[in-house]
């Protein structure tokens, strides 16, 4: 057992995101005598802060899979031996694990899997809007929300864009196809002229605690990045129901832009060992399916997905929305993309907000991905 260590650890401000790792650093100590202590920033924070400067403090990094060319750049993560993590590239659901793969190096491992899926009020409606005309008949009867803070309302594009049949182009050298992704800002902008003007400043967080109040007007949102604490017993006065994204002409549920977060190592740390010991441990399956789920994660690993206790907890959560984690598609990672995927979302909300026409919205965000690349 070793003992005398503690790594101090920063992950993101929301139950999901501290209390299963704080439970698994607590069993983690019993066995190994390594403590791990946990800071928190906020989802803004999460979705933007240099990873660099988060290496200078901490050992343990949580991370969002389109960091890693920048980082890659700075040099501020350890990546991880392949030869322990064949456990964990098995068991990823739908493209998490890959996702922090970059130019042959895996720079962090999924421990949280999600992607742009369903909610929905179960004590409101018989089930889940099957396509986007009941969510439109939905919306126009006031009772459809839609996060569009930045950076939501890009990944929108991203998700509706795929469904389509036109995947953003992660190489460029445009990034969008504008035959369809127009089509796509003109579906947005009518579904932003039926939902609550707050919306714009709404990220998931806020919607889901909106959703939850008993009062709520919010029976349905199409798109918006999956938490199963909500739809745990208990976690709020109303407990939400999750499923797959709504189908668009036929077309099911693929395309969805992928989120989650990896646990990554940084390159500061003063015992690599036991950062990369634990990190190994918390996104296998014994951890996932276990303390990390019950304390109310939300697992990366398909042990965890598959497992009926897990499901039972959270009202099928996992079997409701696999098939779109399965087909969801990896954003750009290119360092760069972070700036622009910021700068992107503010252009999307102007143009969708001052009635710009679509093609001239898409044509800007072509340019400004073109920049990114550095072309």
């Not at 399956?285 to 109310?296: K, L, T, Y």
């Not at 919205?361 to 073109?370: D, S």
Request: glycine share 8%.
């Amino acid at each position: 057992m070793t003992s005398s260590i503690t790594l101090k650890g920063m992950t993101w401000d929301h139950p999901r995101g501290y209390e299963p790792l704080a439970a698994c650093s607590a069993l983690w100590k019993e066995r190994t005598g390594v403590d791990i202590t946990w800071d928190r920033r906020s989802l803004q924070d999460f979705e933007s802060f240099p990873v660099d400067e988060l290496a200078r403090q901490y050992d343990l990094i949580v991370v969002d899979h389109p960091h890693v060319g920048q980082v890659t750049r700075e040099g501020c993560l350890l990546p991880f031996d392949t030869d322990r993590l064949a456990s964990i590239a098995r068991g990823t659901v739908g493209r998490s694990f890959e996702s922090y793969l970059w130019q042959g190096r895996q720079w962090a491992l999924p421990i949280d899997a999600a992607t742009q899926v369903q909610a929905w009020r179960p004590d409101r409606l018989a089930g889940a809007p099957a396509d986007w005309a009941q969510v439109l008949e939905l919306a126009r009867a006031g009772r459809v929300a839609l996060p569009m803070r930045a950076p939501h309302s890009l990944m929108c594009l991203y998700t509706l864009s795929a469904q389509r049949g036109a995947p953003a182009r992660v190489e460029g050298p445009d990034l969008f196809d504008v035959e369809i992704a127009a089509p796509v800002c003109e579906q947005l902008a009518e579904v932003m002229r039926l939902i609550d003007p707050r919306c714009i400043e709404m990220d998931p967080i806020a919607v889901f605690e909106a959703m939850a109040r008993p009062d709520s007007s919010i029976d349905c949102v199409p798109l918006i990045y999956g938490y199963v604490n909500y739809a745990w017993a208990g976690f709020r006065v109303v407990r939400l129901q999750f499923s797959d994204i709504p189908a668009f002409e036929g077309r099911g549920p693929t395309g969805s832009a992928l989120g989650g977060t990896g646990i990554a190592v940084s390159a500061r740390t003063a015992h690599a060992k036991e950062a990369f010991d634990f990190a190994v441990w918390v996104a296998d399956a014994e951890a996932q399916r276990g303390p990390f789920a019950a304390a109310g994660g939300q697992p990366g690993h398909a042990a965890a997905w598959e497992d009926a206790s897990v499901n039972a907890a959270a009202a099928d959560f996992y079997r409701a929305t696999r098939a779109t984690l399965e087909g969801a598609w990896v954003r750009p990672r290119h360092d760069g993309y972070m700036p622009f995927q910021h700068a992107a979302s503010l252009r999307l909300n102007a143009g969708l907000l001052n009635g710009e026409p679509a093609r001239e919205i898409v044509r800007a965000l072509n340019t400004m991905f073109r920049e990114s690349l550095g072309s």
